[in-house]
């Protein structure tokens, strides 16, 4: 691109095509971390679901304990 706006530089090629190499790479694992997060902050909610399901279970079978024997001696 220097080249064709008529710019000189002494910069060569080879470093050139090298730090290229280094930002591809810096991308791709800056992109591979976002889904590693992504992947994780999925299967955290997941896991919350299924907690708060768990616990609403609890809560109904429990209630359902107390509510059985007061329902029997009617």
Do not use: C, R
């Not at 095509?17 to 800056?30: C, F, G, P, W």
């Not at 889904?35 to 609403?56: C, E, G, H, L, P």
């Amino acid at each position: 691109m220097l080249k064709k706006t008529g710019i000189v530089s002494d910069i060569p090629d080879t470093a050139i095509i090298d730090t290229n190499k280094q930002i591809v790479q810096a991308s791709t694992v800056n992109n591979q971390f976002v889904k590693t997060t992504i992947d994780a902050t999925v299967q955290n909610f997941k896991t919350f679901n299924d907690n708060i399901n768990a616990f609403a279970e609890l809560n109904k079978n429990a209630i359902q304990s107390w509510i059985n024997p007061i329902a029997h001696k009617n």
